[in-house]
Structure formats: structure tokens, C-alpha cells
């Protein structure tokens, strides 16, 4: 029975000065403590009695978590700790990387973007995460401090089930790098929920194109689904049939077909795994139709 | 349960607070300072009845610590007037017909501020966008929205 | 921009004029129950509650909470073992023995902070023994299936109530009028389906908070959310043996109730606990997940239905069972199932009825009140199966529903003769709204458009004897201040009764005061505010004790100007003479008085009225036929459409446009009257497509917003018409009745007659998600 506390039992608020304090407090306090960044996630699951945390660590504001930064020819540096409005509207992810600004564009309320950041969104983990898929498809690689210093940590592999990533107790992931996309990259990111806003994805579908003269068509795909697994899904079997083929119709819907066959959604309260299967075909087709449409031009 | 000293602005006044760490913003408004215009309707950043201006931007206030706001600038349903005048919002809302219980009245109405704050001349579907995250049951939306789009054509008349 | 200028409004009534409690509740200054403070002797209150649909409790043990340090004490059901509830007697204010519904409270924890109350909660240790539960209402109607209540024969009931002893059955209400055996061969057309309509919440944004204190003499006040202080106060006095007098409820401004904040529901648990803690206010404020799981609930309805017609589409027979799954108790369901009972033929003219609508007991959450009082739930099927019959019969659903639909005169299947309703005008009004009978192509290949439309009924659904009561109190300044004892809710009834007694009064609309908060010490008495009720029976008491005052102002000025009453008049908040064509300001006199013609004294004083009324012509029903002369005191009729498109692709419903129009016999505030329309067509809307409690093994899965999902701004259409019709009440102020519920009351059948026009299919049972019409078109071959 689902019965959470009226507010937050009673924790505690660390705010540390330096990364390192930060880290050390982390890995001092394993299964306790935790990093704490726009609090959506921590206070809700905290409130719900799901996570038995009894300090939260601000890790907002510590060295390398706060700005966004743009490199031309390398990429984008978004800091950990800002928020996903801020990313959203900022010009150079517009100009650079809309599928990002059009995933944040999904997650929840204004209200509440306003605090949500997207690294919380990936170390959540959660399968739902509606910004992960962008993230993952654009190259992004989190940026770590642990209690062995500095170290990069790709997104793909990094996820490990439901709320489970390669973090250890003591790291804080202070940044997101993602690489610059070739020029003519088109993404979307078609999210389905029971309500037209504000839900939690039933099935959350990113795709991003891009040319690649490698492949057989001149574009290589990618696509990442939410919510029909334990961790955020690559469709590697769909990318291959599109780089493998001339895309027409036909591929298009195959590679579909080949996503939906990839996931091994569950029933839940928001849909059942019969309806998510379907869903991730037809979202993926239109997706993919969206995107071929928009690319050759 | 260590308790935590933070200085911040409200509605233009500086206040002091002695908070426990575990205290929300919402919490703390409501139950430290007295400002109850600010409302709970799930305490899981779900209905936007707390919703608040943090720092000139619309959040959840139940989704935001005490302990956090140290230094920051908050506005709350209470300092939305200024000098004895409604902001545009109020006067529209009334006159629009878009408030029955005003329970969610509140959060409407900041989220709606920011919304102009930040956009002067939103679309119909900006606006609803924008309050997508405060529930009403009462109203149906309609006349709310209607509202926030006269206030919009009020405050910056299309040249 | 002018809102805020000072106005004067004469004559208010059918004008509308800006509501009167919204300066409050746009600057945040209103005060909600939860934003009384209390100070520092304040008490929280948090429950502990039964994990299971059904079990024994073997043993409580408080002890380990009691050690906690800021707990003040822990009451369990063995300190309170009187019964309470609202018709039938059948719950204890906590778990005796037994519990019946997951959520159920066993225990509260009284402690110096919310915090440490929720903490002790979990250091309480209940051993349970888990029972077989009922978790369906048809199944628990068989006979054999396990007793809830095997003392049900016992309860106290009142005589319009008839439980079945020895079943899970709480009520029992049946039609039996013409005979529908003998009518069936001479249908041309028959249709019969089985429709399941599921347990929905409220959703008041304010969540129930209750606040009570009880002084060391023994006087109780309780602070509540409620729709109801006045049946709190005589519910709940005499549960706690308390004398009606010495207990006090005051119920500040409300965030919303829709039925959820009608009766007693966890008010009585501070209540307990003050016993226990004089001198000590005990708050108790409900988490949005418990608003969700422990509250009363809409209840689920499975509906067996029967219908048919002659080769012309005349409706000839009609047999409705209904099983409504009233959960552990019911305090309101029994109700519910009468109402559904006498209205079941929803608003249509049938010579043969047979009904039998059953509450059954099940272990699932409490059905309570909900807007629209079982009407939409029964709407849901009824109106369906008409929608059908007429495809079936090959008629156009419009001129189906004008060609059946009730009429004045109409003798109804309660035996009740029909005042004259606008049914036929509000059909035409919606269709013509709608471009009914124009197909318009989608908005694109992948997607399909339909029409649909529905009718609705509702009576107020209370006892016989529902009062209300009301005081006008004239002020020296002119103005007037009205007391009453309805809530207001937000519906705008404050407004609604000042524009009432300054239409009576003769004075402007803007120099009434409605004063609030309701406390029942000193507000004169209503019944509750459920029903659709307030602006015909409350309004009708303002309006009696509007004309009470006025007589009084008018016999002083005549004595004063030997003149006779009847020749004199208030007008703009002067008395005028028609003969002499003298006036005076009422200022000053209707407190001060007049001096005597004579200069010999004075004549007059403090002007108070003072009004009430009561419906004194509502009968009993035969039990066994469900006969009577007048099953209720009158219907509020009305239509609803929208126009859809489903998403070939997702299965998601878009409204892209929708109509409602109700007879509400006389618009005392137009603008109001359309708000109540939109807002409640836009909740049914919700209930339509979104909305259902996933009770599994008596659990509910989605007890929160994420899971339990409502529309929101950007999932209502931006074009919903309203159009009101007034055919007069003849009881009531001004030729009034009732809107509050109804336009909540057609959303979900409307949504399925538009779903059938677009797809060709029937998706009966509610709601119509995105993945069951997905699923729908795919098993039916509409998409691969
Ligand atoms: C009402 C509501 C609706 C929501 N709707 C959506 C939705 O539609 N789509 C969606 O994707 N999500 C949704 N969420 C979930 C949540 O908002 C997002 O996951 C959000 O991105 C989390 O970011 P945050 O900064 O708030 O994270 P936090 O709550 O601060 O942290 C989230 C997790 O990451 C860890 N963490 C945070 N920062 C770091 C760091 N620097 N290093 C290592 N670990 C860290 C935390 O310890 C925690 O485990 C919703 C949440 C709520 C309350
Ligand atoms: S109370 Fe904060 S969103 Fe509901
Ligand atoms: S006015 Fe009641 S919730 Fe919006």
C-alpha cells in the first residue's frame, strides 16, 4: 500500500563547500546520503518512504556544476546543476541540439523544469526519463567526480536497471558533455501519455538522424526508447536495418517493427505491455517518417 | 535534526528563518512565516497549488527545501499585488469568471506570472502549456486561460 | 478594466454580476481550514490504516508508538463503540474487530508534530487475520458469497432505506411499473448490453483537513473542510454523545468538494482524539494519497440493461439492474442506489419499467457523494443503450432523443407527473451548436471524426425533508447582510443568494453581505450542501426571509406615514410611496426606527428576517414498486454533444469542440450557471477519458496525480458552448432549480456516441483511454 509521509521525515540538509568535501560525505555515509540537485526526484521518493535517505547533499553550485557552455567544432558543457528550462532555453541548444530542448519540452510542468536538471533526470535512471534518450543518442558523457578524482562516464553503458547506474557511493556527476552533432542531424522525441501533458511517459520514443556516407542511404539513425524496459533502450537492430538499406516505407516500417520487437515493456499502471509494444512501433515509424522527411531537404 | 539559519527576501521584506533541514519551501511559508496564500494539494509537485516565484521563476514550492533558499527571492499569491494594486492577472481572472473555489487560484496565478514575465505575448496553447501543471477541477480552464491572454493583450498591447 | 469600481446593481436577478468571494481568493488572503493557526498547543493527528481488504484484527499494540518521544496518545476502536453513518448505521469510527477496505482506520496517533505523528503510526503493530474479500458488487449479491456485515439486519436505518439481512445487500430499490414481459414481443427493436463504469475520486484540489478541540467543559468545535456542518454537528454529537449544542462546527472556505465533503467522512477521527486531549485543537490533514485511496469514492457501477422500442422508435419497455458497489459501508451509497433507482430510466418517457438497483457491500473504498449523485454512472449506460437502440432502429440519435424524451405532463416511472422541462429545446440547442447531421472530414488521413450526444437528468436526491433556513439583517449604512447556512463551494451560491435578497429587498446587488464561514452557532440551519439543491431550497429561504424583512421595513413606514403597506415599495434601497410619491433611505430607519406621526416616540427598530423552507410534498415509494405520488421534489434537465477525432495512431480521443444546454427554470446569474456548465462538463470530460481507480485485490494502484491522471488545461477543448433554457420551477425563487452536478452528468455517454460515429465501434466501459481504443480498432482490423 502506497503510503507516503505528509512531508519529509526528518533529514538532514548538507550543503559542502568543495567537491571533495562533497564526495568524501557521500562515500562516508554510503546508503544514506545522497546527491541532491533540483530535488524532484529525492523529495518525492524520500516523501514516499521509497528511499530510506537521511542526508541530502547539495552538490548544486560546486565547482563545474552551474553554466552552460558552448564550444564551437567540440560541443556543449551543460553544468549538473541546471535546470532544464535554462537548458532549454538557451540559444546555442537550440540551434545545436533541438531534440534535447524538444525532450525537456516533455518532462512534467514548467514549474517543475524549472528545478529539474537533466544530469538528475539520467542518475535517476528511471526507464521513463524522458531526457535520457536525446542524451544518449547525442554522445553524451557525464562527467564524474568520485573519490578517486575526475573521470568520464559515457551514457551508453552506463545504465544498469531501474534507478541503477555505474555511479558508486561518493560520486557526483558535475556535467553533461555532449559532442556537436554533424551538421544536418534532425531528431524528435514523440512522447505518449495518458493526457496530452504532464504524465509520465507510457512510451517515450527518440530518434536522431544524421548524414553518414558510410551508410547505405547517406543518413545513419539513432534511436533510444523510454519505458519499455529496465533501462533506457538503444534499438540497435532497427539502426542497423536503417544503415543497412535504402530507406523507403517498407525499411521505415521495419525498423519499426524491429524496435518494438527489442522491448521487453511491463504492465503498469499507465499501460499495459501489449499497448507499449504497438506504441513503439508506431511512434518509432512516425518518427523515423518525420525525420526522413525533414532530412533530405 | 539540525536546524538551519537562512536569510531571504519574500514578497519585498527580508526575513530570518530557523528551519530543519527536512522543511520545504511550501512548509515553511505556510507553517514559519504565515503566509498561507500558498496552497498544498499534494506535496509532490504534481498540482501546482504552491507554486511560488523562486527567484523571478515559477517552481514548485514543494519541491524546493527551506534550506536551500538561503539568500534567494521569493514572491508568493501575497506580494503579487504591489502598492494596493491587483497585478492584471487578479483583475482578469475576476472578470473572466476563472475562479470558482480558488483553491488552485494561487499557483494559477504565479504560474501565469511567469509566463509573462518570460513571454509577453503567449500563443492560446503557450498559455495552457503553462499551467498544464496546476490542476483545477473546479473551472474547466477555459475562462483561466481566456484570462491570462487579456492580461497578456493588457500589459503589451499589440502594437 | 473595471472590476473593482463601486457598482450598483439593482434588480440582479438574471444578470451577471461579479461573484462576491473572489478579492479573497485571488490576493491568497482567503482562509482554508489548514490556514488557521492554532499555536503552540496545536496537536497532529495521522491514522493508522488497515493494509487489507479484509481481515480480523487479532491485536493492537501502541505500545513501542507510545515511547516516542512528542506522542501524546494513540486511540483505537476500543475506546469509541458507538455506530454513525448518514442512512444506514454501520461503521465505527475506527476498525472494531474487523476491517473492510484497505485504508480503513484502526488507530490515530496524536504527537507534537505532523512528522513525529506519521512516525509513531508506523511503530503501531496490528496483527491481522486476512479474510476472503468481496471484490465485485455482482458477485457479492449472490447468495454465499462472504458476509461484510453479518449484523446488517440490525442497523439502524431510516424507512426509505431497505436492506436485505442475512446478504451483502444495503439496499434494495425497485420500479415495477406496466409490464415489460408483455411488452418485449411488440418490440420492433431490442438492445441489451452490460456496462461497467469505474470507481472514480473527487479530486478537490484542497484535500480534507479537519481541526477539532474539545474545552475541558466539555464543549466540542470542529474546523472542516465540509460540505455539511450542520449533518456533521447531529452526525457526530451523537455518536460522541454530545449535546447538538454544545458542538460547534465551522466550516471556513472550501477548496472544492464535489460530493467528497458531504457527510461525516474523516472528520470524526480529530473528533475522537480531542475526547482524549481537552483543550488541545487536533488537526488532521489527508495526503493527496490518502484524499485518494481511504476517502469515499465514486462508486463502481455494473449495469444490466434492456431496452426497447416500436418500428417508429418509440420506446415501449426498459429493464435496468443495477449492482453498485458500495464498498465497506455507506454512507452515502445507499442513497445513491435510490436515486439511481427512481431516475433509472434516465429522462425518457417508457410505459414499461422494470428496476432493481441494488448497493451492494463490497471491500473496497466507501462510496460517497459524488457530483451528479449516481446520474452519471447511470447516464453512462442508459444513455449508451439509447444511442444504440436508435442506430439499431436505423434513427438519427437526435430526432431519437426528442421523439423519447421526458415532457411536461409525462407521468414518470415512479408514478410522479413531470413539471414542464426544456429537454426538447436543450437537444435542439446542442445540435444546432454542434452542425449536427454535417460530417466534417478529419483533420487529417490518421484520423477520425465523430459527433456524439447525450441527455441528462437529476433530481435533488435527499430525504423528504431537507430545510433550509436563512436571516436578512438590515444595517444602518443600507447595506444587508444575509446569514445562511449553505457553503459555498465555489458553485458561487454566496453571489446566487445575494442577488436573491437584493431582487427581493428591492436594494442593490452590491450592498448585500453574505457572511461566512458557516459556524453552526450562529448560522441558521441547512440540510448540506449536496444535491443541486442550495439555489432552490436555500435560495428559497433568502428569498422568505428577504420579504419577511421588507415587510417589516414596509409596516413601519406606513405607520410612520398612515399609509397602507400595500402601496409602498423598496426600490434602490429607498421606500417609495406609489400613492404619495414620497421615499426615504433605508439607512438609519431599519435600525434607528421612525418617530411616530405624532412626534410621540418611535415605531420600528432593528430590521431582522428570518425564512425558511421545506419541501412538504415529497412522498414515499412503495417497496415493492417503487410507486409513489412524488418521488422528488423536480428534475433538472439538459443535453450535452462534442465532436472528436481518435488518433489512428495512438488511439488518443481529442474533443475538439462540445455543447451544453440545461434547463435550469431561471438563470439567477448567467455567467455563474455557464461556469458550473463548463467546469462540470470538462470533469465529466476527464471522467470520460482518463479517470478510474485501478482497485486490484482492493488496492488502489494509482492513488496519487502521476498515476491517477486529470485533465489539465492543455486536454479541454477551447470551444465549449452553453446555452441555458428556462422553462420556471414553480417552487422555485424566481422560477429556479438546480445546476451544480448535472452538466458532469451526459460527458461520458456523449464522448461514447462520438467514439461509435467516428470508429464504427462500441467502447462501453469508461474510460476511454488512448490504449483501449487502440486496442478496440486493432481487434477490430481498423489498424493494423
Ligand atoms: C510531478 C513530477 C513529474 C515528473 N515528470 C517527469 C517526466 O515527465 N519525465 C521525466 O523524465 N521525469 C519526470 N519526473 C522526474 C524528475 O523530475 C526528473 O527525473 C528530473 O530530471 C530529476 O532531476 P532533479 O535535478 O530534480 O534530480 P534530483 O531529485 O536532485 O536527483 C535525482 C537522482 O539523481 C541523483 N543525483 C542528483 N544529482 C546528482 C549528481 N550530480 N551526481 C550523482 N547523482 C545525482 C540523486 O541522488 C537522485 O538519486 C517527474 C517528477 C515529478 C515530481
Ligand atoms: S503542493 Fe506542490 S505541486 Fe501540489
Ligand atoms: S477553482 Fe477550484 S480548483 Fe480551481
Known sequence: ?297 | MSFHRITLTINHTLYQVDIPGHLTLLQMLREKVGLTGTKNGCASGECGACTVLLNGDAVNSCMVLAAECDGADVVTIEGLAQDGEMDSLQKFIIEEGGVQCGFCTPGILMSARALLNRNPHPTEFEIREAISGNLCRCTGYNRIVAAISKAAQYEHPAA | MAVVEKQKTNNPVGKSVPRNDVLEKVTGTAIYTDDIQFGPGLLHCRVVRSPYPHALIKKIDVSKALKLPGVKGVVTGDDFDEYIGLYLKDRHLFARGKVRFVGEPVAAVAATTEEIAEAAVELVEVEYEELEPVLDPEFGAQPGAPLIHPDLGSYERPNFIFPVAGTNISNHFKIRKGDTEAAWPQCAAIVEHTFRVPHVQHVPIEPHVAVAKMEENGQMTLWASTQSPFAQRALLAKTLHIPESDFRVIAPTIGGGFGCKAGVTMESIPCAVAMKFKGHPIKLRLTREEEFYTNFVRQGLVIHLKVGCDKDGNLLAFENRMYWDGGAYTEYGVNVTRAGGYSSTGPYDIPNVKTDSMCVYTNHPVGGAYRGFGMAELHTGVDQVMDMLAEKIGMDPVEFHKRNCVQGGDVLATGMVIHDVGIKECIDKVAQALDWGVKEPPSSPNKLRGKGIALAWKAPAMPPNAGSSALVKMNADGTVTVSVGGQEIGQGTFTAMAQIAAETLGVPYESVKVSGPIDTRYSPYEWQTVASRLTWSMGNAVRNAALDAKKKVLDMVAEAWNEDPKDLDIKDGYVISYKTEESISIKDIVVYGLPKPNDQGWIGGPVVGAGSFMPTYVTGLDAETGQGDRAVVHYTTGAEGVEIEVDKETGRITILRAACSFDVGKAINPALVKQQMEGGFVQGLSSALFEGMQLVGGVTRNPSFVDYRIATAADVPPEIDTFIVEHAQDDGPFGARGIGEHPLVPSIAAVAAALHDATGLRITNPPFSAEKVYLALLDAGLVE
Open chain 1, 1 to 297: 500500500m502506497h503510503n507516503p509521509h505528509p512531508g519529509l521525515p526528518e533529514i538532514d540538509y548538507i550543503k559542502p563547500a568543495t567537491l571533495e568535501e562533497a564526495s568524501r560525505f557521500l562515500a562516508s555515509h554510503a546508503g544514506e546520503a545522497r546527491p541532491f540537485m533540483g530535488g524532484t526526484d529525492c523529495i518525492v521518493r524520500i516523501r514516499d518512504g521509497v528511499w530510506k535517505t537521511k542526508y541530502l547533499v547539495d552538490v548544486k553550485g560546486l565547482d563545474g556544476t552551474d553554466g552552460i557552455r558552448f564550444e564551437a567544432g567540440k560541443g556543449l558543457t551543460i553544468g549538473a546543476a541546471v535546470p532544464m528550462n535554462k537548458v532549454a532555453a538557451h540559444p546555442d541548444v537550440q540551434k545545436h541540439y533541438p531534440v534535447l530542448v524538444e525532450a525537456c519540452h516533455w518532462v512534467a510542468s514548467y514549474q517543475l523544469r524549472s528545478r529539474a536538471t537533466i544530469v538528475g533526470n539520467i542518475c535517476n535512471a528511471s526507464p521513463a526519463g524522458d531526457t535520457i534518450g536525446a542524451c544518449m543518442l547525442l554522445g553524451g558523457v557525464l562527467r564524474v567526480f568520485g573519490p578517486d578524482g575526475m573521470r568520464d562516464e559515457p551514457l551508453n553503458g552506463f545504465f544498469k536497471g531501474p534507478g541503477k547506474t555505474n555511479l558508486k557511493p561518493g560520486d557526483i556527476a558535475t556535467a553533461l558533455f555532449l559532442p556537436l552533432p554533424p551538421a544536418g542531424s534532425v531528431g524528435r522525441y514523440i512522447k505518449l501519455g495518458r493526457n496530452r501533458l504532464g504524465d509520465l511517459a507510457i512510451v517515450g520514443v527518440t530518434a536522431l538522424g544524421y548524414p553518414d556516407a558510410s551508410a547505405a542511404s547517406g543518413f545513419r539513425f539513432g534511436i533510444a526508447l523510454a519505458s519499455v524496459a529496465p533501462v533506457p533502450l538503444r534499438a540497435s537492430k532497427a539502426e542497423e536495418i536503417l544503415a543497412g538499406k535504402a530507406i523507403d516505407e517498407g525499411v521505415i516500417a521495419e525498423a519499426a517493427q524491429a524496435a518494438m520487437d527489442a522491448c521487453t515493456p511491463i504492465d503498469d499502471t499507465r499501460g499495459s505491455a501489449r499497448y507499449r509494444k504497438l506504441m513503439v512501433r508506431n511512434l518509432t515509424r512516425s518518427a523515423l517518417v518525420d525525420i526522413w522527411t525533414k532530412i533530405r531537404k
